[in-house]
């Protein structure tokens, strides 16, 4: 099956640093990318969609100055939380699209736990 | 707006069956999906319906009623590694992902 990687695993930095996280389809090209951040207890929260080569589509409430995101590649795209603060601790979940599967696959990373001291 | 309801918290014995309900009001209807979250991890794909009916696969069945717009999730022979969050998706009509908030499922021995 498709493969999506994410990296780092797991981050702890301090408040007003910023962190990238970068999503990577292994054996799939993929057009979109979406970025999910949960906390605990509570369902996924879609932030935004990447596709490849063009700005990103945030959801209502998500800054997209704060959350910066390329999608540079069709295999690669990228999350930055600039000045980071506590509040933004949370787990980061990407999710890819396969370009030549079905429109409904979307396929997970195994997600990013962000804490942010 | 968008809807997706589903229980919280569920509890059943390891070898039992249990059954997790979803209702839905999305803008459009692009199928159902329910996926399996252990704590700390991402969600694990288990199943996809578009179309009415029962879809079997192995332990775990998916039910779908797109005129009630309803489903269930059904969970036989459970056990202890079953412990997890269920979480059930809708794709509307814009091919996005409407999350439910996931029920929480604890097995007993």
């Known amino acids: 099956g498709a493969v999506v990687s994410q990296h780092p695993s797991r981050v702890i930095c301090k408040s007003g640093t910023s962190v990238k996280i970068e999503c990577r389809s292994l054996?799939?090209?993929?057009?979109?990318m979406f970025w999910y951040r949960q906390f605990p207890k509570q369902s996924l929260m879609l932030m935004a969609t990447?596709?490849?080569?063009?700005?990103?589509?945030?959801e209502q409430g998500v800054e997209k100055d704060k959350f910066l995101i390329n999608h540079a590649s069709l295999t690669l795209s990228t999350l930055t939380v600039t000045s980071a603060h506590p509040e933004d601790s949370s787990f980061y979940i990407c999710?890819?699209?396969?370009?030549?599967?079905?429109?409904?696959?979307?396929?997970f990373g195994p997600g990013t736990r962000l804490t942010v001291l | 707006g968008q809807n997706i309801d589903q229980p919280t918290e569920m509890t059943a014995t390891e070898g039992a069956i249990v059954q997790i309900n979803c209702t839905y009001q999305?803008?459009?209807?692009?199928?159902l999906f329910w996926y399996q979250q252990h704590a700390g991890e991402a969600p694990t794909f288990l199943s996809y319906n578009v179309l009415d009916g029962l879809e079997e696969k192995g332990r775990f069945s998916s039910f779908l009623s797109r005129s009630k717009g309803y489903s269930y999730l059904l969970l036989k022979e459970l056990q202890m590694k079953d412990s997890a969050s269920y979480l059930c998706?809708?794709?509307?009509?814009?091919?996005?992902?409407?999350w439910g908030a996931g029920t929480k499922l604890i097995i007993k021995p």
């Open positions: 999305t803008s459009g209807f692009n199928g």
């Open positions: 054996d799939f090209q993929a057009t979109t």
């Open positions: 998706a809708v794709m509307d009509s814009n091919y996005q992902l409407i």
């Open positions: 990447s596709n490849e080569g063009s700005k990103a589509t945030y």
């Open positions: 999710s890819a699209r396969d370009l030549g599967g079905q429109v409904n696959e979307q396929f």
